[in-house]
């Protein structure tokens, strides 16, 4: 009787306990590291994803690729986590996040097995997160956010290797204008920036517009193609007879009657349009649908209206022009509406589109991307949207640091004497640390098809002589200035990077147990299922653990 075993759990939860469960986390997240590994750096390759409807993305952009892998172990779920966090946080460096998370991970797993315990590692690596932080901050670069050039190469260097590459050069331009113009005193929010993709034509054809561009037509022939000075009103309504909710039935006994019916419904139109009319309105965005015959009033009024138009554009069309939106016309005054300087409808790649244009300080700007395909266009809209990210940080913190691995370098030496200074078990976990970092370099010269071992020992030696912009070049082989090559980065993607790898490794490694419900709560219960269940009960766990999620078979590759 004492030694009968106490069964706590549900016979359908399955459980790894210690080392089991820190190896079984260990190698999720090292499997997702390895997963976006080779895409790093500007001869990094892409991934093609297909899902199970089998449409296809061409990417080499790390948090896309994690997003669509539709990743279900929890381990691994944490450490696709770290892109997305750095991604909201800056926008960039989602790749080398992870991959850095994958090598502490890795590195850990050694220590681990020379009887280190998790605590002493975990202490290690927050401390040497730490100290890495306030070394970066030593060597970080001050921008002024008038230094065009600079904001420029900061554009360009989150382009490099993402299908941008032929129009770089353009593309950053776009870039930093765009982040410039929506810049006002509550900041940068760089959704202010649309980016509207038209397939056809060359990514250098693409262009920067002030203003807003709608993905609509006007509403009716009859309307002006273009109005210039135009007064904009925005109607978060439709320009309709409402429907009454209950089913009213109007009986008529004679032809004047209808008649009368059908003219009291004009009127009603013909007042909706005047209220227009009277405060001076040229143009009018209306969210819902405008009736034909207030189409037919608009248009005899030279009146330019665009119906069903999504709020996100009211939004922008409001914030560009100064209009208010107003929740019906019998409320509209004059003050409501905006001003532009001109709007027009014009042919993009065969669609006709509403430019808002010339206004007086834009606040919100569109970029209009172009390119061979549609696969191509999403490619280097991403590409566009992390170098929308760099720019803004940039012009956020001010601060900036040499890419191509210079950075980790600089901090794996830095590191390396620190450890000298900790001693202990820390140490170890210090020198892991620094290691880790190194990780960088070596996979931007393992993508770039260089000899590793060869470029660390370069990068090391003069980073050892004071180069901290010492960095690789990924196209020659060389160690070269990354200064002078104007391969810059924000500070805060390093930073962030390092923050959310460490947080997420250290908290992998702090888990010595893992409890699995076997099946959902509410579900169906397991009280009268007992024959179904393999025999042993929790003896076929570790088998049942490793089933977890999809990631098994990618685990084994590694
Ligand atoms: P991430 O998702 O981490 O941003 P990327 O594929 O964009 O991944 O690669 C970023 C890395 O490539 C950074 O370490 C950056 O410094 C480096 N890099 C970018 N441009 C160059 C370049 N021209 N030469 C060398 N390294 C570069
Ligand atoms: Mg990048």
Do not use: C, W
Request: proline share 2%.
């Amino acid at each position: 009787m004492g030694n009968q075993p106490l069964i706590v759990l549900s016979e359908e939860s399955q459980r790894t306990s210690g080392k089991d469960a820190q190896s079984m986390n260990i190698t999720a997240g090292k499997a997702v590291a390895e997963a976006v590994r080779t895409t790093l750096g500007p001869k990094g390759m892409d991934k093609m994803l297909v899902d199970s409807t089998g449409s296809v993305v061409v990417t080499n952009d790390g948090v896309t690729i994690l997003k669509e892998m539709d990743i279900d172990h929890p381990a691994a779920n944490m450490i696709v986590e770290v892109a997305e966090t750095q991604e909201d946080e800056v926008g960039d460096g989602t790749t080398s996040a992870v991959v850095v998370s994958g090598e502490l991970l890795k590195r850990a797993e050694d220590l681990l097995e020379q009887d280190i315990h998790a605590s002493t590692l975990a202490k290690g690596y927050r401390q040497a997160a730490e100290e890495a932080t306030a070394a970066l901050e030593e060597i970080a670069i001050e921008v002024d956010e008038d230094d065009t050039e600079i904001l420029t190469q900061i554009a360009a260097t989150a382009m490099t290797g993402k299908g941008a590459e032929n129009a770089k050069d353009l593309l950053s331009d776009l870039v930093v204008d765009a982040v410039r113009t929506v810049a006002d005193d509550d900041g940068i929010d760089t959704d202010n920036v649309k980016v509207e993709k038209v397939v056809g034509g060359s990514i250098d054809e693409s262009e920067l517009v002030e203003g807003v561009i709608v993905d609509k037509e006007r509403v009716s022939e009859n309307m002006p193609y273009f109005v210039e000075d135009a007064s904009v009103a925005i109607v978060d309504d439709a320009l309709e007879i409402k429907e009454t909710e209950i089913d009213a039935e109007v009986n008529v006994t004679d032809p004047d009657q209808l008649q009368q019916f059908l003219d009291q419904e004009e009127a009603q139109l013909r007042e909706m349009v005047d209220e227009l009319v009277d405060v001076g309105a040229d143009v009018v965005f209306v969210d819902g649908g405008i009736d034909d015959m207030a189409q037919h009033y608009l248009a005899q009024e030279g009146i330019l209206a665009v119906r069903r138009v999504k709020s996100s554009d009211a939004s922008r069309i409001a914030r560009s022009t100064g209009a208010t939106p107003v929740s019906s016309v019998d409320d509209i005054t004059e003050d409501d509406l905006g001003f532009a300087g001109n709007v027009a409808q014009r042919d993009v790649g065969g669609d006709q589109r509403i430019f808002v244009e010339d206004v007086e300080d834009a606040k919100a700007v569109t970029l209009i991307l172009r390119g061979g395909t549609e696969h191509v266009i999403d490619e280097v809209d991403r590409a566009i949207e992390d170098s929308l990210g760099v720019v803004r940080t940039t012009i956020e913190d001010g601060k900036v640091l040499a890419g191509g691995g210079a950075p980790e370098t600089e901090l794996s030496l830095a590191l390396r004497d620190y450890a000298d200074s900790v001693g202990g078990r820390e140490q170890l976990a210090i020198e892991a640390f620094a290691d880790a970092l190194e990780v960088v370099p070596r996979t931007l010269a393992e993508n770039a098809g260089l000899d590793p071992i060869d470029s660390l020992v370069e990068l090391r030696s003069e980073h050892d002589a004071e180069e901290t912009g010492a960095g690789l070049d990924a196209y020659t082989g060389d160690v070269i200035d990354m200064e002078g090559e104007g391969v810059y980065e924000p500070l805060r993607v390093k930073t962030q990077a390092i923050e959310s790898a460490t947080e997420a490794a250290v908290m992998l490694l702090r888990i010595d147990d893992v409890i699995a419900a076997g099946e959902l709560k509410g579900g169906k219960t397991g009280d009268d299922d007992d024959d179904d269940m393999p025999a042993g009960g929790p003896g076929g766990m570790g088998g049942g653990m490793g089933g977890m999620g999809g990631m098994g078979g990618m685990g084994g590759a590694m």
